[in-house]
């Protein structure tokens, strides 16, 4: 069985910070998000609702895609968002 990678992105429940990250098991990784188990960036902005995330099957085309949506603007995230999830429904639930 080959390995996944996921690129995804969080946010706080004002939706108003955004966070884009690689793992090769996002259950886990949101999970640690949700319960701050992570220093850094996303447990000081509160950020642990899952509102986008892709399958890729080769770690550096997830790095690869997570460094082209960082790149891109606040409104190409919300229009990325928004193209699947337009409710900005915490997809954790799903996995």
Do not use: P
Not at 5 to 24: F, P, S, W
Not at 32 to 46: A, M, P, Q, V
């Amino acid at each position: 069985m080959k390995n996944q990678y996921y690129v995804y992105i969080i946010t706080n429940k004002a939706k108003r910070v955004l966070y884009t990250g690689v793992t090769n098991n996002l259950r886990k990784r949101i999970y640690e998000h949700k319960e701050k188990l992570i220093e850094g960036f996303s447990r000081r902005y509160n950020l642990s609702k899952l509102v986008y995330f892709e399958i890729c099957e080769d770690v550096q085309n997830a790095i690869c895609r997570e460094k082209q949506i960082k790149s891109g603007s606040r409104q190409m995230k919300i229009d990325l968002i928004n193209s699947v999830n337009n409710k900005w429904r915490d997809l954790y639930r799903d996995l």
